[in-house]
């Protein structure tokens, strides 16, 4: 766990709010949609599972094409019901093109818990200067319970701790 051992926001936890005000929140509005019918209805159907992927990585959208949609729904279905956190990320990725990025915004945006969406700038903005760190379940999970603790003190969704991220990065991280 050494890449994420070290986690330490690059910014005043007090500053969260000020830089999820900067991102563009509006960018998200489809994404949201689709993810809040699936949070109501317990699982994803195979066209919000495309919605919800192409939002993080358009690029693996012919591999998570070839996800029928009773497997996404059972297995999306099984993530969001569980209360075991390896079983909630593992089973997210035995659908082709769900990797740990991807299974992450699943959770972000459609459990009912609160879970952070691994992405190598918001991870950047915790300190993390790896462009890309080898995940494993104890590396999301630590990111998961640092982040947790950031919205808590901050007094934030874990929306807007993503956003905040995010925006840093996006804006101070060189290129």
């Given amino acids: 766990m050494p890449a994420l051992a070290r986690l330490a926001l690059r910014f005043p936890t007090a500053r969260l709010a000020d830089w999820a005000a900067r991102y563009p929140a509006e960018a998200d509005d489809t994404v949201l949609r689709a993810a809040a019918s699936a949070r109501r209805r317990g699982y994803l ?16 959208r012919p591999r998570r094409m070839r ?21 909630k990320i593992g089973v997210l990725r035995i659908l082709e093109g769900v990797d740990w990025p991807t299974a992450s915004v699943i959770l972000h945006l ?19 200067d790896a ?30 701790v993503d956003r905040a991220l995010w925006q840093f990065a996006k804006e101070r991280q060189s290129a």
């Fill in 45 to 60: 159907t195979r066209r919000e599972f495309l919605v919800l992927g192409d939002w993080k990585t358009p690029r693996s």
């Fill in 67 to 87: 996800n029928a949609e009773g497997l996404v729904r059972e297995a999306t279905g099984l993530a969001l019901s569980s209360r075991n956190e390896e079983l």
């Fill in 131 to 160: 462009p890309s760190p080898p995940y494993t379940f104890e590396r999301w999970l630590a990111y998961t319970l640092f982040t947790r603790r950031l919205a808590r003190d901050a007094g934030l969704s874990m929306r807007e």
């Fill in 110 to 128: 459609c459990d009912r818990g609160t879970y952070p969406i691994l992405d190598v700038r918001a991870l950047w903005s915790a300190g993390v």
